[in-house]
């Protein structure tokens, strides 16, 4: 048995060595397929969780034109979580299953969403900080070795490129705006800037699946070389809007070809992770509130289908 086991193995590495996708009827192993439904569900979550923060401000959006911006970003916020539990599910996992690990804090997402939006200014940084972040983390996606992962996150990058230049937009807004709105987008940034580090993901010494994500094209790229990615692009933005990123530490370093930074607060990140970041209990509740106050939706979604079928049936018996 273990030799038909390795021989799977050596033939599904090979496979992936050669740059082939791996489909859901595929042989896999079975920590690739953990691997797989961990990080993708957490994804999922993530754009669900993600709507929270942002779907505060839509009520308070301060012209129609940004009002129908920000309903239009949370809708495709939406679709991203529906894409990506659908591609989940073809791994033998059930959408109930990963709400339940969602809703019982079992499954992670994205430290950034624990944290609050407290002013209008705030929903143009997440546009260009965090969705920059994101588009650089997914645009590798794309060539992730899972079909079902890659293919949703064509078209997810092509809608994330669209919130990051709608966030931009924001700030350059406020930046040649009044000296009141340009603090409001000084102070964004500097409550931002950390965080949006963070999403990243620990430092590669410290990342328990870097190693393995690698050698089976799950990722291409390592946590850190992403990191300095994001911040050799985003640094000379901050620059032409005016505003100073946070961090006393951050120069240009000619012999590497990037910026240096200072030290992230990986104890900050940690406690997040955990828990106890600043709206992680009122992001859980949201999410479970909502999930309970929609259930009478998905009942009547299940048994309108369910009619559509016994009707389909009648008229071909």
Not at 274 to 300: F, I, M, T
């Amino acid at each position: 048995m273990s030799l038909t086991i390795d021989r799977l193995e050596e033939e599904f590495q090979a496979k992936i060595d050669a740059g082939q996708n791996i489909e859901p009827k595929d042989w896999m192993p079975e920590k690739y397929r953990k691997t797989h439904i961990r990080q993708i569900s957490q994804h999922a979550h993530s754009e669900i969780v993600g709507m929270l923060p942002e779907g505060n401000w839509i009520t308070r959006a301060p012209s129609l034109r940004r009002k129908v911006a920000l309903l239009a970003k949370v809708q495709d916020e939406a679709g991203h979580g529906l894409y990506l539990y659908s591609a989940t599910e073809t791994l033998g996992i059930s959408r109930d299953e990963l709400f339940e690990q969602l809703h019982s804090g079992k499954a992670k997402y994205s430290s950034i969403f624990n944290y609050p939006t407290l002013s209008w200014a705030d929903i143009g940084a997440i546009g260009w900080l965090v969705d920059g972040a994101a588009i650089i983390n997914q645009v590798m996606l794309t060539r992730t070795s899972y079909g079902p992962y890659a293919r949703a996150m064509v078209r997810i990058c092509k809608e994330e490129s669209f919130h990051q230049r709608q966030g931009y937009e924001i700030m350059l807004t406020l930046c040649r705006g009044t000296q009141a709105q340009k603090d409001m987008a000084q102070d964004s940034l500097n409550r931002w800037w950390w965080p949006s580090l963070m999403m990243f993901g620990p430092r590669d010494a410290e990342s328990t699946h870097t190693e393995q994500s690698m050698k089976w094209k799950i990722k291409r790229k390592t946590n850190d070389e992403l990191r300095q990615q994001f911040i050799d692009i985003t640094v000379p933005q901050a620059e032409f809007l005016g505003l100073k990123v946070p961090d006393e530490d951050l120069k240009w370093n000619e012999e590497r070809g990037h910026y240096d930074f200072g030290e992230i607060n990986w104890d900050e990140f940690w406690q997040v992770v955990k828990g106890n970041g600043p709206c992680n209990k009122e992001r859980l509740d949201a999410r479970r509130s909502a999930y309970e106050n929609g259930a009478w939706v998905r009942e009547a979604a299940m048994a309108y289908a369910e009619k559509q079928e016994q009707k389909r049936l009648a008229e071909v018996g």
